[in-house]
């Protein structure tokens, strides 16, 4: 069975930077697509940002356009988050989410796209 465990949540200052990092397990790497969402309180899970089977193409929120970067390694099976100038409104339970791409150059935008989730992080930023 897939497991994706994200980490390096917690807490951070605005204008500030964090870094999340998803391990998945029992996923073909190469063969999935990637992406993070985040859920603050009150309000629907959204798309921040998702990544390719190689990392040749990735997508991004407006939101946070310009501040955050996705990364893989499928040699570690790892896909990472690196959230720059962070914003008090960036605060929320950060999710990774996988699931077969069958064209190299897909991403997913949209949750019903992924299959695997994992349990979530939480991130809080202060102003």
């Known amino acids: 069975q897939v497991q994706l465990v994200e980490f390096g949540g917690g807490l951070g200052q605005a204008g500030g930077s964090l870094r999340l990092s998803c391990a998945a397990s029992?996923?073909?790497?190469?063969?999935?697509?990637m992406g993070w969402f985040r859920q603050a309180p009150g309000k629907e899970r959204e798309f921040v940002a998702a990544i390719s089977r190689y990392g040749g193409t990735t997508d991004y929120a407006d939101s946070v356009k310009g501040r955050f970067t996705i990364s893989r390694d499928n040699a570690k099976n790892m896909v990472y988050l690196q959230m720059n100038s962070l914003k008090p409104e960036d605060t929320a339970v950060y999710y990774c989410?996988?699931?077969?791409?069958?064209?190299?150059?897909?991403?997913?935008?949209?949750?019903?796209?992924?299959?695997?989730w994992g349990q979530g992080t939480q991130v809080t930023v202060s102003s």
């Open positions: 989410a996988a699931d077969f791409a069958p064209m190299s150059t897909m991403t997913y935008r949209e949750a019903s796209g992924y299959h695997y």
């Open positions: 029992r996923l073909s790497s190469s063969l999935s697509a």
